[in-house]
């Protein structure tokens, strides 16, 4: 059985509920379609393509940290030769910055939150390689493991402030947004 979708200019029949047919003609509304939906810049506060921009790029910069920490991960846990994984290394300290950069662009507050707090801790730990470098391989395992407690963390904690006790976020449309 074929389906067919009726013309809209062509009279179309149908029965009310007595079972009488009449025939009625589909005419075209030209009404303005009125969109309850908030229009792009309240909805993201910049256009749309800027967001989409943006995030893919905070994305594609967190994909390249994460590719320069893996490859940087055999030399350092299994004391392979320093100029085989050096420029992994490199990498992922370049990227890291960037982020660091980025988030206090965005909010200065990211500094007394739990989140920028313990990415300091974090590179108190790597810089740590140069003075204990026995401990490296540990070192860099609890700076992974914070990683994934910061990243993966609820909001809560991640928004915790150091300085106030308690969650602090960025008032509504204060947050600032780096340019993509």
Wanted: proline letters at 4%; zero cysteines.
């Amino acid at each position: 059985m074929k389906k067919t979708t009726p013309d809209p200019n062509q009279p179309h029949v149908t029965a009310n509920s007595s079972g009488n047919s009449h025939a009625t003609t589909n005419t075209r509304k030209t009404e303005k379609r009125v969109d309850d939906r908030p229009n792009e810049k309240e909805q993201f506060g910049m256009s749309e393509t800027r967001f989409w921009i943006q995030r893919l790029s905070k994305t594609a910069v967190r994909a390249l940290h994460i590719l320069g920490i893996a490859g940087s991960a055999g030399g350092i846990l299994y004391g392979v030769e320093r100029e085989l994984w050096l420029h992994w290394w490199v990498l992922a300290m370049v990227t890291g910055v960037i982020m660091t950069t980025l988030e206090i662009k965005q909010s200065r507050l990211w500094l007394i939150q739990l989140k920028g707090v313990l990415t300091m801790v974090k590179l108190g730990l790597i810089s740590s390689f140069f003075f204990i470098p026995q401990h490296k391989p540990a070192l860099f395992i609890t700076v992974l493991l914070m990683s994934v407690l910061i990243a993966h963390g609820p909001a809560g904690l991640r928004h915790y402030s150091i300085w106030h006790r308690r969650r602090i976020d960025e008032k509504k449309g204060k947050k600032r947004q780096f340019n993509g």
